[in-house]
């Protein structure tokens, strides 16, 4: 259905303001940019910053788009385009500074967040709750039924990684009385990190026995309850630990007899040929 003159004029009368906040934001990136440059010792907090801007650039497309449904019943396809690209330059930039690995060593966090030390648990804690918050909302407007839906996968698991990533897990250990500062950011923190890894081991899983059938993707479950599993036994939930051992036992079992299976049926299929 073609989309009235009046609605038009009405969206671009709205939109107004929110593009001007979006140019003024992307001026400010640009200063960040040249600052990094001109103080390269505290470089890593003007990519934070500039991360910030990013993620409110992101914001401003999404009611873009959202504004665009309500006004002219369509979504603005070049706003969520652009929130998808920029989300995705965020998680490069929280990669270059803490890094994109799941399963490294829980104690090199320290080495990476050294750069960073200036930040408290509560401003991580802020951060890693709006991260979370952007992507899922990200991933609503654009429609999980989208072309995107098992791309969405490896979003949600670099989140994972970039919240597992900026937890110091010496300090949890360090700091267990519930009267010390930060203690319960620390320890919201560390529920978001374990809820992210676990929900996000299930996605692969699921984009496996639903999609692709690759293992790589079975594997990269495993990886992210291997590393569950390693930050449970980091603070003595045995039982909880256990029983993800069996899991991945399983889930590995599950695994080597699907790669079995597909052995058996491509050397039938060889006779045929």
């Keep these: 259905m073609a989309v009235s003159k009046a609605d038009k004029t009405a969206y671009n009368e709205y939109i107004k303001d929110l593009k001007v906040e979006k140019d003024a934001s992307y001026k400010h990136i640009t200063e960040l940019q040249k600052k990094q440059k001109e103080m390269p010792r505290i470089k890593a907090y003007y990519v934070?910053?500039?991360?910030?801007?990013?993620?409110?650039?992101?914001?401003?497309?999404?009611?873009?788009?959202?504004?665009?449904?309500?006004?002219?019943?369509?979504?603005?396809?070049?706003?969520?385009?652009?929130?998808?690209?920029?989300?995705i330059n965020v998680l490069q930039k929280m990669e270059d500074l803490v890094g994109n690995q799941v399963d490294r060593s829980l104690k090199e966090n320290e080495?990476?967040?050294?750069?960073l030390d200036r930040i408290n648990p509560q401003q991580w804690l802020n951060f890693i709750k709006r991260l979370h918050y952007v992507l899922s909302t990200l991933i609503e407007k654009i429609g999980e039924t989208s072309k995107w839906k098992w791309s969405f996968?490896?979003?949600?698991?670099?989140?994972?990684?970039?919240?597992?990533?900026?937890?110091?897990?010496?300090?949890?250990?360090?700091?267990?009385?519930?009267?010390?500062?930060?203690?319960?950011?620390?320890?919201?923190?560390?529920r978001i990190c374990k809820s992210s890894l676990r929900d996000v081991a299930q996605q692969y899983r699921n984009k496996y026995e639903q999609s692709t059938k690759v293992p790589g993707d079975m594997l990269r479950s495993i990886e992210f309850l291997s590393i569950l599993r390693k930050i449970m036994i980091l603070f003595s939930e045995s039982d909880e630990a256990n029983k993800l051992k069996n899991t991945l036992d399983a889930l590995r079992a599950r695994l080597e007899a699907d790669e079995k299976d597909k052995d058996k049926k491509d050397k039938k299929m060889e006779k045929y040929d």
């Design 48 to 87: 934070i910053e500039t991360v910030l801007e990013l993620l409110k650039i992101i914001s401003l497309d999404l009611n873009m788009s959202d504004a665009s449904v309500e006004i002219m019943n369509i979504k603005n396809e070049n706003s969520l385009k652009n929130a998808r690209k920029e989300f």
């Design 111 to 115: 080495e990476y967040l050294q750069a």
């Design 153 to 190: 996968v490896d979003l949600n698991a670099r989140v994972s990684v970039i919240t597992k990533n900026v937890i110091n897990f010496s300090d949890i250990q360090k700091y267990r009385d519930p009267r010390t500062e930060f203690y319960r950011e620390r320890q919201e923190l560390l």
